[in-house]
């Protein structure tokens, strides 16, 4: 990017997805490891009890990343591993795998991007009544606090919350996600009020324990609407879909969780639509859940479409017919980006990471023993630059995190889904850099 030098490439994973060793050295039960053995639920019935086996390939996979070139890493912190009932005793060795990470990337000066919450909940909150419960929003202020007093001294980066839209709506509404537990819209905004306070005090104990660091949250940027025409008219109207939400998909819209965790209140039109259902929001607690953050983050995939049918009507997802899709069926739509960080950036007016943005494919191995991947490449390069006119256009972007760095047990998609920029055999746990992580090195480099 033209506009800042010290411009951030990294890539991202989270622990359930690559981690593995889900029963070893003392850790704890996350309801991951209990909804993967609920018969239907996992493509072809998988598990990421092994998944790449990166807790004992720690070493190999952070010597691939020094290779990549990458200035930042995002992981995040698996809470049963640490804390095996999620809260009270401590477990040593989970915090030693961390701590290892940690000196490994500092040692080829790769800057670690802590993530507190990338899903894999303690099973044992949860029977607990997990967000549910009152008490939620202080469990999860004593385990920031333990990675805060462990790494404090080295990891200065953190990302309280991976995308509450998905572990939310597909964990306790639509139920394809652990827990699996279908909820009633009142009960998903207590535990959203839940999640927002949890947020906003673990935000006050980072600053307390390192008071050097920098935090956000990374939502997705659900529906990131795109014109596709670029007429002011559509343009306006692309803005106010993206913060507006709708009955139908208020929880996975980008807009109810920006209000929520950015200025700590509910969106204006959750009132009409919830009623009574509403959960209260105190004074004290809008100021400690909307406290500034240092940056946002912004999951980007794929967007919704904004036209003009040919009787004059908004349309929306309507693309030609054949238009490109990545390997899960997902549109590729790299304008999305564009739009979606400009329209973030003109109403929050806070500087952004990419906190992922990838694709999968059908990646074999070739027979050159190669992984050729051009349309991941092809979809990469369009993002990337539909970031940099952004960019250009006044949007303050820090970083960028490629989504991701190895294949991995994709939630209940299993591995049947391959989002790596390095090729894992899950056979042999093989690592084969793909041609999208030789390419990705040069845009680094360059
Ligand atoms: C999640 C990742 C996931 C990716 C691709 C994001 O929603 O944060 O865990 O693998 O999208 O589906």
């Known amino acids: 990017m033209d506009r800042k030098k010290d411009f951030i490439w990294g890539t991202a994973t989270s622990s359930y997805q690559i981690e593995g060793a889900a ?21 072809e019935g998988h598990t990421g009890e092994v998944a790449c086996d990166h807790y004992h390939r720690m070493k190999e996979d952070v010597a691939l990343l020094a290779e990549l070139g990458v200035g ?10 640490i804390i095996p009932y999620g809260n009270g005793n401590v477990n040593e060795k989970g915090l030693r795998f961390y701590s290892d990470l940690v000196d490994e990337l500092l040692k080829y000066h790769i800057t670690p991007y ?4 990338h899903w894999d909940y303690p099973n044992e909150l949860e029977m607990q009544g997990g967000w549910l419960n009152p008490e939620s929003p202080e469990w999860f202020v004593s385990y920031t606090e333990v990675v805060a007093k462990t790494f404090g001294n080295r990891v200065k980066n953190y990302i309280t919350f991976n995308e509450p839209q998905i ?70 109207k692309a803005g106010e879909l993206q913060n507006s939400i709708r009955a139908d998909d208020w929880l996975f819209s980008s807009a109810f969780w920006n209000e929520l965790f950015l200025k700590g209140r509910f969106h204006e039109q959750c009132r009409g639509l919830f009623g009574s259902d509403l959960p209260q929001l105190t004074e004290q607690e809008q100021r400690l859940i909307g406290q500034p953050l240092d940056f946002c983050g912004m999951n980007l995939y794929q967007g919704t479409s904004v036209s003009l049918s040919e009787t004059g009507e908004i349309v929306l997802g309507k693309l030609p017919a054949g238009h490109g899709k990545t390997g899960m069926g997902w549109p590729i739509t790299p304008k999305a ?11 929050y007016h806070l500087p952004l990471f990419i906190t992922e943005n990838g694709m999968s494919a059908l990646d074999v191995i070739s027979l050159d023993g190669g992984v050729h991947d051009p349309g991941r490449i092809d979809y990469l390069a369009r993002h990337l630059s539909e970031l940099k006119r952004a960019v250009l256009d006044g949007a303050e972007v820090e970083g960028y995190f490629l989504w991701s760095f190895l294949d991995n047990f994709e939630w209940e998609k299993g591995y049947d889904d391959r989002f790596g920029i390095v090729y894992v055999d899950y056979e042999t746990q093989r690592r084969i850099p793909k ?8 845009i680094i480099k360059s």
């Open 114 to 117: 802590v993530t507190l919450f």
């Open 23 to 43: 029963f070893e050295d003392g850790k704890g039960l996350s309801v991951w490891d209990v909804f993967v053995k609920e018969k239907g639920r996992i493509f």
């Open 72 to 81: 930042a890493y995002r992981f995040s912190v698996s809470w049963p591993r």
């Open 167 to 236: 572990f939310t709506w597909l964990g306790y509404d639509k139920c394809t996600h652990a827990p699996g537990i279908k909820y009633p819209a009142g009960r998903i905004l207590s535990m959203c009020r839940n999640i927002a306070l949890a947020h906003g005090k673990s935000v006050v104990k980072l600053r307390e324990l390192v008071p050097d660091c920098r935090v956000g949250y990374a939502p997705t940027c659900g529906n990131a609407y795109w014109p596709v025409e670029e007429t002011d008219f559509l343009a306006a």
């Open 337 to 347: 980006m564009y739009w979606a960080v400009k329209n973030f950036y003109n109403t």
């Open 435 to 442: 041609d999208s992580f030789y390419w990705y090195q040069n």
